[in-house]
């Protein structure tokens, strides 16, 4: 039985963050996606007006939905594939080729520790290990509760300030230490 | 210190206003043109582009504009992807009306009348900063439409074929060239894709005139440049200077210099793909012809510096990892030949390599750089040919077993 389920029958909160997690990792049900679409309907006809085919709408659209869900299951792929008028498996091709896109449930905070040349050299190695102290998990793996996915990624164009950490859509940290990124996990964690 | 052009507003400490900006006056200036005048200034101007080859700006927009096929689209390239690079997004969260000024002048040079910014996912900040400021000028700018266009995590969507690809919705694989996109863009229209800093050459170009932009930088390569230095320096940095700077004031006068008691080992002039000059190399001035010559290139103009602490192997190991990640998988070479390349270097660290693995590399350089479909594997095997060349001891101190003592 899904969290969503079980939450209709008072057997699970969704106000509690631990089921909120949980229920993301599950992904939605066939009605949250009909009252998403619903909701996000005049940004989409908005997106429309900007292309000449509404498929160019694809990547704006995923956003969107990305941000409603925290990734893009199968269920939304079809949603968004109806949509746009093109074949849900163009859709999953796009989702799978775009590293910010998750085809998988990830956990609700992505922690992308830049990886390339400046941020190597400057430390990120010791980034990823104080993660691994903290989180006990590599990078590209999510931890048991739901709540955090360590990612090693390429450079995020923010190179002086190296290293660099991206936490989902936020704003850059700057030279980030063990003992930075120790402390915003603790930050997060509430 | 010369005057500051591209950079000028950068000191206020949060994006400038239309107000701050000072008023859209090359706008108003180009409007009162005839849209072939506003070519033909940029032409004599002779912009080169600055997302990488240099190819001359006027000259691409004469090729869109002559086009037959409507609508025409302009296409800002703000994907900024390259290793080392980090200057458009200066100019898009500090002042994004400079973009957005130069890219209504460009649009009305080839007749374009819908624009977009591809920036790549990751900038959010930026992103926001620009539908802002675009919302503050779109009264100014109509019938010019400008919408701002994520991406979503892929170095190839900076290329411009795969960009366009991208922007139409689809997995960003280079296109065949040509027909190049002047002729057949996106949807197959006319369009022009320019650089994020070309593209904020251009009001200034139409505000000032062709001899005064032409008196800055040097006689090769007109106008001011966006730098960027990081890597083993004190104080890396973001600054703009005339082109022709040295790679040594760069490094020394602005980034500080290596730390202390280090030397400057290796240096990538313009992002990780041109190739590495020595420390014995730095008096080049930092131009499109003179890194032509030393066979490297200004690319992005992102400097990475490496001090002698390092191992160049294990340098490789760290870009040729990136290329692998980024290859678009669309060619054998590039997307297996990264591969094979960063497991064998991997394992060269490791201590298992011979001399036959230095003579394979040497072979997958070549041919993976012949046989690529586009420039992205070009740039990962020309940085990685030059690398093995010009530091082979470091290769060689990894051959039968011994490691070069480096901490990794
Ligand atoms: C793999 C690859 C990545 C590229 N990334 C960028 C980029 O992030 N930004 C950019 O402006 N140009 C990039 N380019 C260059 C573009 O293809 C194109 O030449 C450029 O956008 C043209 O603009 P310009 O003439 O104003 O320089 C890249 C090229 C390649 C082959
Ligand atoms: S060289 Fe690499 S990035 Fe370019 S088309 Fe081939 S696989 Fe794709
Ligand atoms: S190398 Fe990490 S931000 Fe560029």
Redesign the pocket.
């Known amino acids: 039985m899904s969290i969503v389920e079980r939450a209709r029958e008072g057997k699970a909160s969704l106000t509690d963050p631990a089921d909120a997690v949980r229920a993301m990792q599950e992904g939605p049900t066939a009605a949250q996606v009909s009252a998403a679409a619903k909701k996000l309907e005049p940004r989409i006809a908005d997106l429309l007006t900007r292309y000449l085919e509404p498929r160019a709408a694809l990547l704006p659209v995923l956003h969107l939905y990305q941000h409603e869900f925290g990734w893009i299951p199968l269920r939304v792929q079809r949603e968004i594939a109806f949509r746009l008028s093109i074949a849900p498996a163009d859709v999953s091709r796009v989702v799978s080729f775009y590293t910010l896109f998750h085809s998988k449930p990830c956990g609700r905070h992505v922690v992308m520790v830049c990886g390339t040349l400046s941020c190597e050299l400057a430390g990120c190695n010791k980034v990823l290990r104080a993660l691994k102290d903290v989180l006990g998990v590599d990078p590209h793996e999510t931890t048991p509760d739901g709540l955090f996915t360590v990612q090693r990624v390429e450079c995020l164009g923010w190179c002086d300030k190296a290293p660099v950490v991206q936490v989902n859509d936020g704003d850059f940290m700057e030279h980030v230490t063990p003992e930075k990124i120790k402390a915003e996990v603790k930050r997060i964690r509430g | 210190m010369a005057e500051l052009v591209l950079s000028r507003n950068f000191s206020l400490g949060h994006p400038a206003t239309l107000a701050e900006y000072g008023g859209y006056r090359a706008w108003e200036k180009a409007r009162a043109m005839e849209p072939k005048q506003v070519l033909e200034t940029v032409k004599a101007a002779t912009l080169q582009g600055r997302g990488g080859a240099g190819f001359p700006a006027g000259m691409k927009w004469e090729f869109a504009a002559n086009a037959p096929g409507k609508p025409k689209f302009l296409v800002c390239n703000a994907d900024e992807s390259e290793p080392g690079t980090f200057k458009d997004v200066q100019i898009m969260e500090r002042d994004p009306h400079l973009l957005i000024e130069g890219m209504a002048c460009a649009a009305r040079a080839i007749g374009a009348e819908t624009g977009y910014i591809y920036i790549r996912g990751e900038f959010v900040r930026a992103a926001r900063i620009l539908e802002a400021a675009i919302d503050e000028a779109r009264e100014i700018i109509a019938p010019f439409r400008l919408f701002v266009h994520r991406g979503a995590g892929a170095y ?1 969507c900076g ?1 411009e074929t ?1 960009l366009l690809e991208s922007l139409e919705g689809k997995v960003g ?2 296109r065949f060239k040509p027909p190049f996109p002047v002729t057949h863009g996106l949807w197959q229209k006319p369009t022009v894709v320019n650089n994020v800093e070309t593209l904020s050459c251009v009001a200034p170009i139409i505000e000032r005139g062709v001899d005064w932009w032409k008196s800055l930088g040097t006689a090769n390569s007109a106008g001011p440049k966006l730098f960027c230095v990081s890597g083993d320096v004190v104080k890396p940095c973001f600054l703009e200077a005339p082109m022709g700077i040295t790679l040594r004031e760069l490094i020394f006068e602005h980034a500080g210099g290596p730390k202390p008691g280090r030397k400057v080992k290796a240096v990538f002039p313009g992002g990780s793909s041109a190739p590495p000059l020595t420390g014995d190399e730095l008096d080049i001035p930092m131009d499109f012809k003179s890194l032509d010559a030393k066979k490297s290139m200004l690319g992005s103009a992102g400097v990475i510096v490496v001090d002698d602490s390092r191992c160049m192997v294990d340098v490789a190991r760290n870009i040729i990892h990136f ?1 692998a990640h ?10 297996d030949g ?1 591969e094979m390349v960063h497991t064998m270097l991997r394992d060269m660290l490791d201590g298992k390599a011979t001399q036959k693995t230095i003579d394979y590399f040497t072979y997958m350089s070549k041919r993976v750089f012949d046989d ?7 740039g990962s095997m020309w940085a990685f040919g030059t690398i093995l060349n010009k530091w082979r001891d470091d290769f060689i101190l990894h051959l039968e077993g011994k490691g070069c003592g480096r901490e990794r």
Do not use: V
């Open positions: 190839i290329e795969a694989e280079p290329y980024e290859s678009c998988g669309k060619c054998t070479p590039c997307r990264n690529c479909f586009c420039a992205l594997a070009k």
